[in-house]
């Protein structure tokens, strides 16, 4: 099986399994003041730090969380304060932060969805009119998980800042893969299985100042913001993964460069690239083909694993949300695919997806 949905999830990385592996007998509880306990939490506090430094380590609070849905649910409910109950984003986020803004606006605040270009790019002109003294927060992804477009977050993060808002990134899919715009955040929601680190565990960066009201209550771990017994297991494979990635920065990003020009060399002219070639992690390819039904080409290239979006939304029928933003129309949000790669992909496992794709979408335009 050639794996094309580093998007939806990354492959495991032996680094981090190694670290992982000795803590599934090691069980001592990392908030216990004895030996075994105090063993643990040295290796929770060693996986913040690793964490700490792949992102910037430029001061600031690092909490553990079962993933970057939580932390971005936590960050847009915590958001909301006092006369300032307005929350801006944008109309390709993540549903956990369209869905969450949604169910907010529910409770009596305000919630308004900036458009984007034809490339997938916010219009900073509409953010400054809609960013104003009543906007609690503004929140935006770094890098898109469908189309891969990477949004100027210090831009966006100045209009919040300047209308005495908070700025929270979704970061995602962007760290160990972008440069991350540290200086320009306030709060930022990180995943470990998105940098082949394990799955279960993410984490909320917080500035030094950032006001946050605490999310879960109870034994008051990580700093009285999240209580609850973390994982020491899942801990050190995030910070495995996340010094891994830090480390091999450059590499991997000048690899899946030359995987994204033999992709779209080999694809050839028929298709399409869905938003911005410029403004992109070239990680992720977003293609459209006239005539074809992805989900069709998904389940007849059986040798190849891609997606036609976020794997959120898979099986929900509906055309994507983020290439309708773009002012596609069903029949090319349906006609589309998202191919995923990186550090473990090959040349030679691109070129054979290339000619499989190419083989499945040829059939359909003839026989269509």
Known sequence: MIYLDYQATTPLAPEARAAMLPWLDRF???????????????????????????????????????????????????????????????????????????????????????????????????????????????????????????????ALAELAHRAGAHFFCDAVQGFGRVAIPLQSCDMIAISAHKIFGPKGIGALWLRNDSVIAPFIHGGGQQYGLRSGTLSPMLCAGFGAAAALAAERFDTDNRHVEALQAAALALLGSDWTVNGSLAARYRGNLNLRRDGIDSSRLISEVREVAFSAGSACASGSGRPSHVLRALGLSDAEARSSIRLGFGRYTTEDEIRRAAYLINEAATRQTEWA
């Open 28 to 154: 001592g509880n990392p908030h216990s003041p004895h030996r075994p306990g105090r063993e643990a939490a040295a290796a929770v506090e060693l996986a913040r730090d690793q964490v700490s430094v792949a992102l910037g380590q430029q001061g600031g609070r690092l909490v553990f969380t079962s993933g970057a849905t939580e932390a971005a649910n936590w960050a847009l409910s915590a958001a909301i304060r006092g006369s300032r109950r307005k929350i801006v984003t944008l109309a390709t986020e993540h549903a956990c932060i369209l869905d969450t803004a949604d169910g907010l606006a529910a409770q009596g605040a305000e919630c308004v969805i900036l458009p984007v270009d034809a490339a997938g790019m916010v219009d900073l002109d509409a953010a400054a009119d809609a960013i104003d003294d009543r906007t609690a927060l503004v929140a935006a992804l770094l890098v898109n998980n469908e189309i891969g477009v990477v949004q100027p977050i210090a």
